[in-house]
Nanobody, 130 residues
Framework: EVQLQASGGGLVHAGGSLNISCAAS????????IGWFRQAPGKEREGISC????????YYKNSVKGRFTISHDVARSMVHLRMSNLKPEDTAVYYC???????????????????????WGEGTQVTVSS
């Protein structure tokens, strides 16, 4: 059974930094895209970043580009999201997810949507105070 366990959320002041991580277990496949969605109160869940296990290509939503950095420790099946220059609008519950269908398509992604996600992790709360 695939499980995704997120950790590292918390409270930070605007302009600060925070790292969140996701540990994947029970994987029986080695080609997939793994990344992060977030959902703020009253808003739809949005995909903000993902990385391919095949070639390490990355995708970032425009609103986080230049501020967030995703990395993947393939050997340990962990994905990390380094979030810098955080803004109050980054406040949300962050979810780790795997989409096998995007394994070789991350480099050409225009959007990273929740449709077709194979596995979801539990969320971790990130709160940015102004």
């Amino acid at each position: 059974e695939v499980q995704l366990q997120a950790s590292g959320g918390g409270l930070v002041h605007a302009g600060g930094s925070l790292n969140i991580s996701c540990a994947a277990s029970g994987l029986t496949f080695d080609e997939y895209a793994i990344g992060w969605f977030r959902q703020a109160p009253g808003k739809e869940r949005e995909g903000i970043s993902c990385i391919s296990s095949v070639d390490g290509s990355t995708y970032y939503k425009n609103s986080v580009k230049g501020r967030f950095t995703i990395s993947h420790d393939v050997a340990r099946s962990m994905v990390h999201l380094r979030m810098s220059n955080l803004k109050p609008e980054d406040t949300a519950v962050y979810y780790c997810a795997i989409k096998k269908s995007l394994a070789k398509a991350v480099g050409g992604l225009i959007t990273f949507g929740p449709r077709g996600v194979d596995y979801w992790g539990e969320g971790t709360q990130v709160t940015v105070s102004s």
